[in-house]
């Protein structure tokens, strides 16, 4: 009798029970998110950095309109690695941001509401905005004969600290609107779009929703941030005036062709790389 009880005990003991997913700490949520947002940017701008020119190329009034469509390989990709060298740390710290608020604020393990994911990642994309709008100050001032870096230089040299801060309101604006729909929008609508047809087909309809969407919202600012990059002295409120008044709703929306089948490639590419690397970097048990 006491043998079966010593029996019964142990196998009680040894029994773990149905396996559970490993969890992970704050820390490392911050971490994965950083490394999920660093490959999300680098795979996009592999892709969509022509596209990024191009719709520069319309926004920029000092291009005559003859010269604007271009399909050489030698102007579509200027200054594509130093925006891929940037966009990684760029969308590290929007997507390691919202998770560090999403760890700080909503960490009791309720589900998290449409409104504080909205919220969580606007702020990062708004907080990135330190990094991206300089670099694309720099980008779009570049030319053939002065590269990234001289460009970078010349602009400090003639201009100092402040000089690189033109553009930078209208680029948060922009950055929040895109984060959100890349971070939020593009996932939230493929798991509708799931309902009605395949994975693959949901990523690229979810994808392209909220990208076309996110575009069409966050043109405006965009089109006042290039303006200011590429000549216009006059602050963000100022130009929108000037714009509205000169060429009406049109002259805000430049470029918008570009963009939004820009920013719909990324909403999609992005979204897709960040959940699939997510789902590669979860703790096994």
């Given at each position: 009798f006491?043998?079966?009880i010593?029996?019964i005990?142990?196998?009680?003991l040894?029994h773990?029970?149905?396996k559970?997913?490993?969890?992970s700490s704050?820390s490392?949520?911050?971490?994965?998110?950083?490394v999920?947002g660093?490959?999300?940017?680098?795979?996009?701008v592999g892709?969509d950095h022509p596209?990024w020119?191009?719709?520069?190329?319309?926004?920029?009034d000092?291009?005559?309109?003859n010269?604007?469509?271009?399909?050489?390989p030698?102007?579509l990709?200027?200054?594509?690695?130093?925006?891929?060298l940037s966009?990684?740390?760029?969308?590290a710290?929007?997507?390691g941001t919202?998770?560090?608020?999403k760890?700080?604020?909503?960490n009791?393990?309720?589900p998290?509401s449409?409104?504080?994911?909205?919220a969580?990642?606007?702020?990062?994309g708004?907080?990135?905005?330190?990094?991206?709008?300089p670099t694309e100050?720099?980008m779009a001032?570049?030319?053939?004969?002065?590269?990234?870096?001289?460009t970078?230089?010349h602009i400090?040299?003639t201009q100092?600290v402040q000089g690189?801060?033109?553009?930078?309101?209208g680029?948060?604006v922009r950055?929040a609107?895109?984060t959100?729909?890349?971070?939020?929008?593009?996932?939230?609508?493929k798991?509708?779009?799931?309902?009605?047809?395949?994975e693959?087909q949901?990523?690229?309809a979810g994808g392209?929703?909220?990208?076309?969407?996110?575009?069409a919202?966050?043109?405006?600012?965009?089109?006042?941030?290039t303006?200011q990059q590429?000549?216009?002295?006059?602050s963000?409120w100022e130009?929108?005036?000037q714009?509205?008044?000169?060429?009406?709703i049109a002259?805000?929306y430049?470029?918008?062709?570009?963009r939004?089948s820009?920013?719909?490639?990324a909403t999609?590419?992005?979204s897709?790389t960040?959940?699939r690397?997510?789902?590669?970097l979860k703790p096994?048990s």
């Open positions: 006491r043998i079966r010593k029996i005990c142990r196998s009680v040894m773990k029970g149905p559970e997913e490993a969890k704050p490392q949520d911050i971490g994965k998110s950083i999920t660093g490959i999300a940017g680098a795979v996009e892709v596209l020119r191009l719709k520069t190329r319309y926004q920029d000092s291009i005559p309109k010269q604007k469509l271009t399909f050489d030698r102007i990709y200027r200054g594509w690695i130093p925006n891929m966009m990684v740390p760029i969308t710290v929007q997507v919202a998770e560090a608020l760890s700080w604020f909503s009791d393990g309720t998290l449409k409104i504080k994911a909205i969580y990642n606007a702020t990062g708004a907080f990135s905005a330190i990094m991206s709008s100050l720099v001032q570049q030319t053939s004969d002065r590269g990234f870096i001289a970078l230089k400090y040299q100092g690189l801060t033109r553009g930078m309101f680029t948060a950055d609107k895109f959100v729909g890349y971070g939020f929008a593009g996932p939230y609508l798991e509708r779009f799931a309902e009605i047809m395949s693959g949901a990523s690229v392209a929703t909220a990208g076309v969407g996110v575009a919202l966050s043109q405006p600012w965009d089109s006042l941030k303006a590429t000549g216009s002295n006059l963000c130009l929108a005036k714009k509205l008044k000169q060429e009406g002259g805000l430049k470029g918008s062709f570009w939004m820009r920013v719909a490639s999609m590419l992005m897709e960040a959940d690397v997510s789902t590669y096994k």
